[in-house]
């Protein structure tokens, strides 16, 4: 577990929620375009809409691959609590 200063934690968490709604905002563009530019095609997938599997299905792809993306080069493992100062 990372130790870090206050300030450091705080800069962590943006950081953080900075990359977590990122992350978020590719996964609502892409469910909505592909959604939106599919819809008048008429095509189908597994006798289902293009457009909804596509949406769907790519939205949860790449929202696994976002959260792979966060724990591997975004997140931190490190104690948000204040340390214990030895007096009581």
Do not use: R
């Not at 968490?13 to 563009?29: H, R």
């Not at 008048?40 to 949406?55: E, L, N, Y």
């Amino acid at each position: 577990m990372t130790k870090l200063t206050k300030e450091e934690k705080h800069k962590q968490c943006l950081k953080e929620i900075k990359a977590t709604v990122f992350v978020v905002f590719i996964c609502f563009l892409w469910h909505v375009l592909t959604a939106f530019l599919l819809n008048s095609t008429g095509w189908t997938i597994f006798h289902m809409p293009a457009w909804f599997v596509v949406s769907v299905l790519g939205t949860v792809i790449l929202a696994m691959i976002g959260v792979f993306w966060l724990l591997k080069f975004v997140f931190i493992d490190f104690d948000y609590d204040e340390e214990e100062s030895g007096d009581e």
